[in-house]
């Protein structure tokens, strides 16, 4: 059995109870192999045993009074992954689904993709199994007050730095951030995905979304194609969603579908994105509304999916953008796709496929973006806001979007060039990997053990 091996054995041993963690481990740890074969420091200074174990992992109660005077309690926590190349970074979710090994899942990813960045930032993350679904204005403020009455002695804007995920937007970024003032007496960048009025940066609320699509673009270059006129699947209807169909629109691109917890939109003529901001951002809606200000676009409710897919992934299309959530596209999808003659897919959420259908795009030697190298543009951004915080500086739109641009540009570079390195050039998967981790786990062994 090979070191990766041995090391995922164990972890299955003492972590049966964390499947998307295990599988987000298996994902990275089994493309490292040929790095691992090449170096043996790697495995004689235990790099996966350590790299897998979070440095500390922060769970707390939240207690908040609802609107009818009723005490809620809910469970936050605060993964602080890996520091080793800068203080922790990465978002909080609040979404009822969320438990220790859903954010061991993040975390462990968010290591990978913020050295991919190039930047230096380490990886976090965190949330809680608040649902914010349906709760007032008032109670979103409480329990994001209360949520962070006992996250803030374990946050600082040199220590760990948070911002948002699923459920987690500028509203809730903002009511910590008072919070955290309120607390400590200091003005600093301790979150990100901030409001403009204070310390927020232009073009953070896109990043994630324009990021994805430049790096789809950039996988389509070296491939002789492009973006423009041609169809799109876009899955979610959140901030990445949102974003990625509107610079879907701005290259020439249709994007046709959008999708959400109730059901999935088909737009034929491309999803009108400002519509699809007045439904999500403004009235918090769900997309029936949407079908209802749009007549010409159809909705399609869960209840009428395929087999219970998402029916998004059966509309044709050249390039598919799972901005979703994780697991979100299975084989069959993927098949589906493939079937359909889509030719890329580049992931605007974290690990939206799963793993049989990651492996079902790369032997079909399509363009494919994995998550940790195709959305890497949002905490991108966000460390581009510390820098402006610690500058007391704010950068204009262009300066910030052309920053993105260029990182994305070379997160590309650096897993392509590395999945050629290493003897698959058209495996961007062990390229974003292998890069990822390569410098994570030379500044651990620089570091020493302790
Ligand atoms: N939640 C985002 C991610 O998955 C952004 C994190 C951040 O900006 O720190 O990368």
């Not at 090994?101 to 968010?110: A, D, S, V």
């Not at 991108?380 to 641009?405: C, H, I, R, Y």
């Amino acid at each position: 059995m090979s070191y990766a091996q041995r090391v995922i054995e164990g972890l299955k041993q003492k972590y049966a109870s964390e499947p998307v963690f295990l599988q987000a481990v298996e994902e990275v740890l089994m493309t490292l192999q040929p790095l691992l074969d090449k170096d043996a420091k790697y495995e004689k200074n235990k790099i996966l045993e350590r790299i897998t174990e979070p440095e500390r992992i922060i769970s707390f109660r939240v207690e908040w009074v609802d609107d009818k005077g009723e005490i809620q309690v809910n469970r936050g926590y605060r993964v602080q992954y890996n520091s080793a190349i800068g203080p922790y970074k990465g978002g909080l979710r609040f979404h009822p689904s969320v438990n220790l090994g859903i954010l061991k899942f993040l975390g462990f990813e968010q290591i990978f993709k913020n050295s991919l960045t190039g930047l230096a930032i380490g990886g976090g993350k965190g949330g809680s199994d608040f649902d914010p679904k349906g709760k007032s204005e008032n109670e979103v403020m409480r329990f994001c007050q209360a949520f962070m009455t006992e996250l803030h002695r374990h946050i600082g804007a040199t220590i760990d730095v948070p911002a948002g995920d699923i459920g987690v937007g500028g509203r809730e970024v903002g009511y910590m951030f008072g919070q955290f003032k309120r607390l400590t007496r200091s003005y600093e960048g301790v979150l990100t995905g901030k409001n403009l009025l204070f310390g927020g940066s232009l073009a953070r609320t896109e990043a994630t979304g324009y990021g994805a699509v430049y790096f789809a673009q950039n996988m389509l270059e070296d491939r002789g194609e492009n973006l423009e006129g041609k169809v799109c699947a876009v899955s979610g209807a959140g901030n990445v969603a949102t974003y990625c169909c509107e610079k879907l629109l701005q290259l020439g691109a249709r994007p046709v579908t959008v999708s959400d917890s109730r059901g999935m939109i088909y737009d034929p003529e491309g999803i009108k994105v400002d519509v699809l901001k007045q439904v999500k951002e403004v009235e918090r809606a769900s997309l029936t509304r949407y079908a209802e200000l749009v007549p010409t676009a159809k909705h399609t409710p869960v209840a009428e999916y395929p087999e219970g897919r998402n029916a998004v992934w059966s509309v044709p299309c050249f390039a598919a953008f799972p901005c979703a959530t994780q697991n979100e596209l299975n084989l069959a999808d993927a098949k589906t796709l493939l079937a359909n003659g889509c030719k890329c897919v580049a992931e605007g959420a974290n690990m939206p496929s799963t793993l049989d259908a990651v492996h079902a795009f790369l032997e079909a030697g399509i363009a494919y973006g994995p998550a940790k190298a195709a959305n890497a543009g949002g905490v991108a951004t966000s460390q581009l806001e510390m820098q402006q915080n610690a500058g007391m500086q704010s950068w204009t739109f262009e300066t910030v979007d052309g920053k993105l641009k260029d990182i994305m540009g070379n997160i590309y570079k650096n897993a392509a060039a590395t999945a050629k390195e290493f003897g698959q050039p058209d495996n961007l998967v062990l390229g974003a990997n292998i890069a990822g981790f390569r410098k994570v786990a030379d500044a651990m062994i620089a570091q020493g053990v302790c």
